[in-house]
C-alpha cells in the first residue's frame, strides 16, 4: 500500500481485550496498525463479527482501545475533538422531528446559532436529494430517503472524515445500488465537505466499486490481512476483467485458510488454540450448498456462486466454513469443491446423512467431542448448559460463547449426539 500524504488518522499498536475474573482477557482486537490518508475512500471489510464495527468506534474516538493509541493529525485522540461523523446502519433518526429538524440536531448539540444552522441544513438537504420534504417526518419517509437524512445530517458539520457503517445493508438493492453511486458522484466532484470516507462493509463489490483502498480484517482476533490500493479507473464497469479479477481476489483472501496466509503471529495462536470457532451455520444450509454444488458438477467459483444465490459473503461464508470444517468440500484460490465424504452425503438418505455428519462433527469439532465425551461421564448422561457456557467462555465473550453453544445444539441435534432440553436448561446423550 503506497502512502499517500501525511495521515489524518493513525492507530499504532491498538488493540482491544475485555479482562476476567481469573485474570485472563478475551482479545477481539489484536494489536494493529493502521493509517487513514486525506483524498481517498477506505473500505473495511472482514468476516460477521470479526470487529470492524469495534475498530470504527475507536478511530472515531466513540470507544477507547484497550492498549495503544489513536492520533488525529499527529495528536492523541483523547487530547482533542476530531472532526468526523458517523453514519450508521440503522437510521437513528428522531421520529418527533422534521427532516429538517433531524439534520439541524448536530449543529445545535455544537451551539450554532439558528439562523445558520437553518442555512447549512438547507443546502446539505438540497444536496442529497430531500429538496421539498424538509417539513416531513421520518414515518413519512422510505428507507432509501431515511439514510439520505442521515448522510445529511453526518455531512452538515462539514466532517473532515466521514464514517460510515454498513450504511446500505439495510437497504433494498435497488435503494442502495442507486445511493452508492449518488454518493461516489458527491464525493468525485467535491459537492460534499469531507476529505476522506472510511465505510465498513461486508459487500465485496460495494468495496471494489467504491474504494481507492481496502483493508481485509482476519477474525479471533481481528487483525489486518491485507491492506491493498485499488487503482481500477473510474467510473468502474461491475462486469470488467479487472472489476472482477479485484472482487474474486478478495473473496480468495476472505476464504483463504489461515494457516495458508502469511501473516503475523496472531495467526499462529489461532492454530494452536484449543477451541476452533465454530461457523454460525445450520444443518440444513449446509446440506443444500452441498447439493447445489452436486448439481454444478461438484465444483464451483465462490464468487460467481454467491453472485447467482444472491447472497452476500457474510451470508455464504459461514455455510462454507462449515461444509470446509466437516470435511465435506475444500476450498482453494476462491473454488470451491466437494470432497469424497461430500459427495456421499449428497447421494445419501436422510438417516444415513446424519450418520456421516454425526461421524464427521466428532472427528472434527473439538467442541462437540467434549460435550459428548462430558456427558458420558455423568451416570445419569446430562449437564446443565452452564457447565459448558463456562467453559467456553474461557476463550470467547460472554454473547459469542452462547451463539457458540447454540450452534453446537443445533449441530449436536441433527447428528444425534446429544439433545437438549430447554425447560430444564440441560444437554442430555440420545443414546444411554
Given amino acids: 500500500m503506497t502512502e499517500k500524504g501525511i495521515a489524518i488518522i493513525e492507530a499504532k499498536e491498538v488493540e482491544k481485550f475485555y479482562k476476567q475474573p481469573d485474570g485472563s482477557r478475551i482479545q477481539v482486537i489484536a494489536p494493529t496498525n493502521l493509517k487513514i490518508y486525506p483524498n481517498q475512500i477506505l473500505a473495511l471489510l472482514g468476516p460477521s463479527g470479526c470487529g470492524k464495527s ?8 466513540l470507544e477507547i482501545p484497550s492498549a495503544g493509541e489513536i492520533y488525529w493529525h499527529g495528536h492523541p485522540i483523547d487530547h482533542q475533538k476530531p472532526n468526523a461523523a458517523v453514519v450508521f446502519q440503522s437510521f437513528a433518526l428522531f421520529p418527533w422531528l422534521t427532516v429538517l429538524e433531524n439534520v439541524e440536531a448536530p449543529l445545535l448539540a455544537r451551539g450554532i446559532n439558528s439562523v445558520e444552522r437553518h442555512k447549512r441544513a438547507l443546502k446539505i438537504l438540497d444536496i442529497v436529494g ?18 439520505r437524512v442521515g448522510f ?25 445500488e442507486n445511493l452508492r453511486k449518488e454518493l461516489l458522484d458527491l464525493w468525485l466532484k467535491r459537492k460534499i465537505p469531507t476529505r476522506t470516507i ?18 481485509v480484517l482476519g477474525k479471533n482476533p481481528a487483525y489486518i490481512r491485507v491492506d491493498i490500493d485499488i487503482n481500477l479507473p473510474r467510473p468502474r464497469n461491475r462486469n470488467s476483467e479487472e472489476f472482477i479479477e479485484m472482487v474474486d481476489y478478495i473473496y480468495k483472501v476472505l476464504t483463504k485458510p489461515d494457516e495458508e496466509l502469511e501473516t503475523e503471529a496472531y495467526t499462529i495462536k489461532e492454530k494452536k488454540a484449543k477451541h476452533i470457532m465454530l461457523p454460525h451455520a445450520r444443518p440444513g444450509g449446509i446440506a443444500g450448498l452441498l447439493e447445489i454444488l452436486s448439481d454444478r458438477g461438484g465444483k464451483d467459483d465462490l464468487y460467481h456462486l454467491a453472485d447467482e444465490l444472491m447472497m452476500e459473503i457474510d451470508d455464504l461464508l459461514p455455510i462454507v466454513d462449515a461444509a470446509s470444517l466437516l470435511g465435506f468440500v475444500k476450498v482453494d484460490e476462491g473454488d470451491i469443491e466437494l470432497t469424497l465424504q461430500g459427495e456421499t452425503f449428497v447421494k445419501s438418505d436422510i438417516l444415513e446423512r446424519k450418520k456421516i455428519f454425526r461421524e464427521s462433527a466428532l472427528e472434527n469439532i473439538p467442541l462437540l467431542r467434549q460435550i459428548e465425551s462430558s456427558l458420558r461421564t455423568k451416570s445419569d448422561r446430562k449437564l446443565p448448559e452452564e ?46
Fill in 152 to 176: 445529511a445530517r453526518a455531512l452538515v458539520v462539514e466532517p473532515e472524515v466521514l464514517f460510515m457503517d454498513e450504511p446500505f445493508s439495510a437497504l433494498d438493492v435497488l435503494t442502495a
Fill in 54 to 61: 469495534t475498530l470504527l468506534r475507536m478511530l472515531v474516538g
Fill in 387 to 432: 457447565f459448558f457456557l463456562d467453559i467456553l467462555e474461557e476463550h470467547f465473550s460472554e454473547e459469542e460463547a452462547s451463539r457458540q453453544l447454540n450452534t453446537a445444539i443445533h449441530w449436536g441435534r441433527y447428528a444425534e449426539i446429544f439433545d437438549y432440553d430447554g425447560q430444564s436448561q440441560c444437554l442430555f446423550l440420545t443414546e444411554l
Fill in 130 to 147: 430531500l429538496d421539498g420534504f424538509e417539513m416531513a417526518y421520518p414515518k413519512e419517509l422510505s428507507g432509501g430517503m431515511k439514510q
Fill in 198 to 215: 472510511f465505510i465498513v462493509t461486508h459487500n465485496i463489490e460495494e468495496a471494489v466499486f467504491l474504494a481507492d483502498r481496502i483493508v
